[in-house]
């Protein structure tokens, strides 16, 4: 099953990012984003294949991204 997922790049590994990114292809991510600037890069990859993102060299985390919903500013929780 795909999961959302967010990964932290070493602040030290920034400058080789593209070579980062294609490591995490290679992987199993299907890169949706890459935030060089932030070390970030986000994506999609199968549940299964987690464990083989997070031993990619400069990978400092990989963590299923979760979301958040807000109720309308109209509604009474507010």
Request: aromatic residues 0%; proline residues 6%; without cysteine.
């Amino acid at each position: 099953m795909l999961v959302p997922v967010v990964v932290a790049v070493d602040d030290e590994r920034l400058v080789e990012m593209a070579a980062v990114v294609d490591a995490l292809r290679d992987a199993g991510l299907r890169v949706g984003e890459v935030l060089a600037a932030a070390g970030v890069v986000t994506g999609t990859a199968d549940s299964d294949r987690i464990a083989s993102l997070s031993a990619v060299p400069g990978v400092v985390s990989v963590e299923q991204a979760r979301t958040i919903g807000l109720p309308p500013p109209d509604s009474s929780v507010q």
